[in-house]
């Protein structure tokens, strides 16, 4: 029943990953060339950075190129070349790369955050946000091969004292770690190319404009990434990753902070994405599906346009301070042991809404947001979902509750028009369903299988109206509907010869078949 898109990219991007990982291993002679395609503006040339001498960063080599990356030369996709190589012989022999990125520069376009222009704002992913998804192998690459490159260049400069926290007294400072590395961690500030060092904690801060270009990579120690500050726009313009970090916190913080996107390993994983208020960030979306554990705050207003991806312990919250627009991608829980998803501001998570098969929570709405949850609600394998569609329109598409003892509120604080969609309970081992608020579950059938079901369509004093149009119980082993408000069940299929008053009663022997 699982039919997430975002898992199929992942697994693609992963895939691209490892066929370049292949490939960078047999080309040991040759030197080390990373091809960014970063463009160029206008009839800009391409130009090669000068070779990088000692004591030298990659970052004062990229300064040396002829033809700069700049915010512009980055959105138009075309071809530059850096190369970068080490005079001071500590690596040996270099792996020959040649490497193709297309920089994520979330060109997704603006979306307004005005009542007038909330539609526009809403509107279905673009094509340019689609590009970023399929841009998300290719930034892996280039990330992976300046990682090594770098890391070859440098490998003799690493502090001894710094993998286990020393200050790097007397020692001397990887040249990645631009600035320094203060209590044995590497500090990495508005660098060209902010790659971490293996071997020692790292944090890496973006505070400016177009900062950092390239994509953030944290090496194999404990990893900060800090995008935006300041006030500045468009500070990590590439992905950010982090996937061989045990442990990794990272913040989107500045309008358009993550044009790309941010992806965990197998460690624990945060990100937070506006939770200074800002507009747009995480754009590209967030990945940390392969986490142990994973806590997701998408809270300024638009914020994580793409997919939010968890595994593990996964919890996420989109909206919780009344940002608009969040998760407008939806969230894809399908590989998490446990989910706990909360899409509370107004439309969010206008995508779909997936569960693993661990235990699964998806609150809807729960703070008043109206429209959360747009799309469809899907337990899939959980063993036990609970679903609360709490706000005006709240769960607008289908819950769906798989094969899950499955828990359904709609409606229960009085909102009108939740669960529009219906709720397909027929492959559940057992349904509990409310539809309270008037014209709940009106939209749609409301269907249960063979297991126990047990349907509430209104509920006194205050029983609302038009809830219910239309309920199939009659597959159940044994069946309760209650039908409470005006006009509700308009349609009521029941177990036959288990008809009772308005609804459907299990009381006697022969409409209780349950074992």
């Given at each position: 029943?699982?039919?997430?898109g975002?898992?199929?990219?992942?697994?693609?991007?992963?895939?691209?990953?490892?066929?370049?990982?292949?490939?960078?291993?047999?080309?040991?002679?040759?030197?080390?060339?990373?091809?960014?395609?970063?463009?160029?503006?206008?009839?800009?040339?391409?130009?090669?950075?000068?070779?990088?001498?000692?004591?030298?960063?990659?970052?004062?080599?990229?300064?040396?190129?002829?033809?700069?990356?700049?915010?512009?030369?980055?959105?138009?996709?075309?071809?530059?070349?850096?190369?970068?190589?080490?005079?001071?012989?500590?690596?040996?022999?270099?792996?020959?790369?040649?490497?193709?990125?297309?920089?994520?520069?979330?060109?997704?376009?603006?979306?307004?955050?005005?009542?007038d222009?909330?539609?526009?704002?809403l509107?279905?992913?673009?094509?340019?946000?689609?590009?970023?998804?399929?841009?998300t192998?290719?930034?892996?690459t280039?990330?992976?091969?300046?990682?090594?490159?770098?890391?070859?260049?440098?490998?003799?400069?690493?502090?001894?004292?710094?993998?286990?926290?020393?200050?790097?007294?007397?020692?001397?400072?990887?040249?990645?770690?631009?600035?320094?590395?203060g209590?044995?961690?590497?500090?990495i500030?508005?660098?060209?190319?902010?790659?971490?060092?293996d071997?020692?904690?790292?944090?890496?801060?973006?505070?400016?404009?177009?900062?950092?270009p390239?994509?953030?990579?944290?090496?194999n120690?404990?990893?900060?990434?800090?995008?935006?500050?300041?006030?500045?726009v468009?500070?990590?313009?590439?992905?950010?990753?982090?996937k061989?970090?045990?442990?990794?916190?990272?913040?989107?913080?500045?309008?358009?902070?993550?044009?790309?996107?941010?992806?965990?390993?197998?460690?624990?994983?945060?990100?937070?994405?506006?939770?200074?208020?800002?507009?747009?960030t995480?754009?590209?979306?967030?990945?940390?599906?392969?986490?142990?554990?994973?806590?997701?705050?998408?809270?300024?207003?638009?914020?994580?346009?793409?997919?939010?991806?968890?595994?593990?312990?996964?919890?996420?919250?989109?909206?919780?301070?009344?940002?608009?627009?969040?998760?407008?991608?939806?969230?894809d829980?399908?590989?998490?042991?446990?989910?706990?998803?909360q899409?509370?501001?107004?439309?969010?998570?206008?995508?779909?809404?997936e569960?693993?098969?661990g235990?699964?929570t998806?609150?809807?709405?729960?703070?008043?947001?109206?429209?959360?949850?747009?799309?469809?609600?899907?337990?899939?394998?959980?063993?036990?979902?609970?679903?609360?569609?709490?706000?005006?329109?709240?769960?607008?598409?289908?819950?769906?509750?798989?094969?899950?003892?499955?828990?359904?509120?709609?409606?229960?604080?009085?909102?009108?028009?939740?669960?529009?969609g219906?709720?397909?309970?027929?492959?559940?081992?057992?349904?509990?369903?409310?539809c309270?608020?008037?014209?709940?579950?009106?939209?749609?059938q409301?269907?249960?299988?063979?297991?126990?079901?047990?349907?509430?369509?209104?509920?006194?004093?205050?029983?609302?109206?038009?809830?219910c149009?239309?309920?199939?119980?009659?597959?159940?082993?044994?069946?309760?509907?209650?039908?409470?408000?005006?006009?509700?069940?308009?349609?009521?299929?029941?177990?036959?010869?288990?008809?009772?008053?308005?609804?459907?009663?299990?009381?006697?022997?022969t409409?209780n078949?349950?074992p």
């Amino acid at each position: 029943m699982r039919t997430s898109g975002a898992t199929k990219q992942r697994g693609a991007a992963w895939f691209a990953v490892c066929l370049a990982v292949t490939v960078w291993g047999c080309g040991e002679d040759a030197s080390v060339t990373p091809t960014l395609s970063a463009g160029t503006a206008g009839d800009a040339g391409v130009g090669e950075a000068p070779v990088a001498q000692d004591g030298a960063s990659l970052d004062q080599a990229a300064l040396d190129v002829g033809t700069s990356i700049s915010d512009s030369d980055v959105a138009t996709g075309q071809d530059a070349t850096v190369t970068t190589d080490d005079s001071d012989g500590a690596v040996g022999e270099a792996a020959a790369v040649d490497v193709e990125v297309a920089a994520a520069d979330g060109q997704t376009g603006e979306d307004g955050a005005s009542s007038d222009g909330l539609a526009d704002g809403l509107a279905d992913a673009t094509a340019a946000d689609q590009a970023i998804a399929d841009q998300t192998a290719s930034d892996q690459t280039v990330a992976d091969a300046l990682q090594a490159d770098a890391l070859q260049d440098t490998a003799a400069d690493i502090p001894s004292g710094a993998a286990d926290g020393g200050d790097g007294a007397g020692t001397e400072c990887p040249k990645l770690c631009n600035g320094g590395c203060g209590g044995g961690v590497c500090h990495i500030v508005n660098a060209q190319y902010p790659i971490c060092p293996d071997g020692m904690p790292c944090e890496v801060v973006c505070n400016v404009a177009n900062a950092c270009p390239t994509p953030v990579v944290c090496g194999n120690g404990p990893c900060t990434v800090i995008c935006g500050g300041n006030g500045a726009v468009g500070t990590c313009k590439g992905t950010v990753i982090c996937k061989n970090a045990p442990s990794c916190d990272i913040t989107c913080n500045g309008t358009d902070a993550c044009a790309g996107k941010v992806f965990c390993g197998m460690g624990t994983c945060k990100i937070a994405c506006g939770t200074n208020g800002a507009i747009g960030t995480c754009k590209g979306g967030t990945d940390c599906s392969l986490a142990k554990t994973c806590d997701v705050a998408c809270t300024g207003s638009y914020a994580c346009k793409g997919t939010v991806a968890c595994g593990g312990k996964c919890k996420v919250a989109c909206g919780a301070t009344g940002g608009v627009g969040t998760c407008e991608g939806g969230i894809d829980c399908a590989d998490g042991d446990s989910c706990d998803l909360q899409c509370v501001g107004m439309y969010a998570c206008k995508g779909d809404v997936e569960c693993g098969s661990g235990p699964c929570t998806v609150a809807c709405g729960m703070g008043g947001g109206a429209a959360t949850c747009g799309a469809n609600v899907r337990c899939n394998d959980a063993p036990t979902c609970k679903v609360d569609c709490h706000g005006s329109n709240a769960c607008g598409g289908q819950v769906e509750c798989g094969t899950s003892d499955c828990n359904v509120n709609c409606g229960a604080g009085g909102a009108i028009g939740t669960c529009g969609g219906g709720i397909d309970c027929t492959d559940g081992k057992s349904c509990k369903l409310s539809c309270l608020g008037s014209n709940a579950c009106a939209g749609g059938q409301v269907e249960c299988g063979q297991g126990p079901c047990q349907i509430a369509c209104g509920a006194k004093p205050s029983a609302g109206s038009g809830q219910c149009k239309n309920v199939d119980c009659s597959n159940a082993c044994a069946c309760e509907v209650s039908c409470a408000g005006l006009n509700s069940c308009k349609s009521l299929i029941c177990p036959a010869g288990c008809a009772g008053g308005s609804g459907c009663s299990a009381l006697s022997k022969t409409c209780n078949a349950c074992p």
